[in-house]
């Protein structure tokens, strides 16, 4: 069992940047991959980013390549995702998740965060 609890979401005006963290329990968070996904309201929940369980490999959703980043600590069972140069279609509620095979398809997470909003006001 995998338990994640994300922090860091907030009201920030265009253009400028957050950092949303996912600490997660369990000793074998370093078996997990990782990723972040978002829902807006009215619409599904959408892949934003993966980071392999070493860290050594990402990939991001198109619509946010070149201004987010996704990290993790493995010492610390921690996740990240830096957002820059953030846009109002930014808005969302921002979900943690790990899966020990993949998480680019939402229906095939195992373990998801509650969720933490960001707003980009324009």
């Known amino acids: 069992q995998v338990q994640l609890v994300e922090s860091g979401g907030g009201l920030v005006q265009a253009g400028g940047s957050l950092r949303l963290s996912c600490a997660a329990s369990g000793r074998t968070f370093r078996r997990y991959v990782m990723g972040w996904f978002r829902q807006a309201p009215g619409k599904e929940r959408k892949f934003v980013a993966a980071i392999s369980w070493s860290g050594g490999g990402t990939h991001y959703a198109d619509s946010v390549k070149g201004r987010f980043t996704i990290s993790r600590d493995n010492a610390k069972n921690t996740v990240y995702l830096q957002m820059n140069s953030l846009k109002p279609e930014d808005t969302a509620v921002y979900y943690c998740?790990?899966?020990?095979?993949?998480?680019?398809?939402?229906?095939?997470?195992?373990?998801w965060g509650q969720g933490t909003q960001v707003t980009v006001s324009s």
């Open positions: 998740a790990a899966d020990d095979i993949s998480v680019d398809y939402s229906d095939s997470v195992d373990y």
